[in-house]
T-cell receptor, first 112, second 115 residues
Framework: GDSVTQMEGPVTLSEEAFLTINCTYTATGYPSLFWYVQYPGEGLQLLLKATKADDKGSNKGFEATYRKETTSFHLEKGSVQVSDSAVYFCALSGRDNNDMRFGAGTRLTVKP | SAVISQKPSRDICQRGTSLTIQCQVDSQVTMMFWYRQQPGQSLTLIATANQGSEATYESGFVIDKFPISRPNLTFSTLTVSNMSPEDSSIYLC????????????FGEGSRLTVL
């Protein structure tokens, strides 16, 4: 079945460092891909999404490109802030079903 | 988008008891789902809540343990029955406003601790 493999971390960075969180997927057909963020004590919020190959999702300085050839959707940010400290989940939604599958989550801590 | 309210936001329960979690959405939605997030873990889908019919459960989850209702397009309940400490988790309601491939919106979750 469909699945997502995500770099688990935890990841600790200094403020203004470059961030990459790797995500690869296995799916039949052409799924939609998502990054969700969970701040401490809160629910999940959609960070960005891409619905077809070569699409780039972006939001709040974060970017991810849907790479069909490498089945990847890596999350990047050029300069992280302390306020970016959270858990990040990669997820996919298949074309043949309505539910969503999540990666293991990556805890990011940004230090001043 | 959709605004989702879950009740209770947290509770401490005794072993052997049952607790019902409510999920209310501010607009009609096509799909409603219940997820479990165990401490420090990712999200695991429990079931899809189907309006007016029995929920569709994922492998490892059964109706006797997690009965679900969805009487209309904006409301669903999840009951955690005969609880044990292993049921201590965050339970999340999520909804989709579209069909396949659309994003999910999440409530803030219900954090249950079973003693």
């Amino acid at each position: 079945g469909d699945s997502v493999t995500q770099m688990e971390g935890p990841v600790t960075l200094s403020e203004e460092a470059f961030l990459t969180i790797n995500c690869t997927y296995t799916a039949t057909g052409y799924p939609s891909l998502f990054w969700y963020v969970q701040y401490p004590g809160e629910g999940l919020q959609l960070l960005l999404k891409a619905t077809k190959a070569d699409d780039k999702g972006s939001n709040k300085g974060f970017e991810a490109t849907y790479r069909k050839e490498t089945t990847s959707f890596h999350l990047e940010k050029g300069s992280v802030q302390v306020s970016d400290s959270a858990v990040y989940f990669c997820a996919l939604s298949g074309r043949d079903n309505n539910d969503m599958r999540f990666g293991a989550g990556t805890r990011l801590t940004v230090k001043p | 988008s959709a605004v989702i309210s879950q009740k209770p936001s947290r509770d401490i329960c005794q072993r052997g008891t049952s607790l019902t979690i409510q999920c209310q959405v501010d607009s009609q939605v096509t799909m409603m789902f219940w997820y479990r997030q165990q401490p420090g873990q990712s999200l695991t889908l429990i079931a899809t809540a189907n309006q007016g019919s029995e929920a569709t459960y994922e492998s490892g989850f059964v109706i006797d343990k997690f009965p679900i209702s969805r009487p209309n397009l904006t409301f669903s309940t999840l009951t955690v029955s005969n609880m044990s400490p292993e049921d201590s988790s965050i339970y999340l309601c999520s909804v989709s406003t579209g069909w396949v491939g659309r994003e999910l919106f999440f409530g803030e979750g219900s954090r249950l601790t079973v003693l």
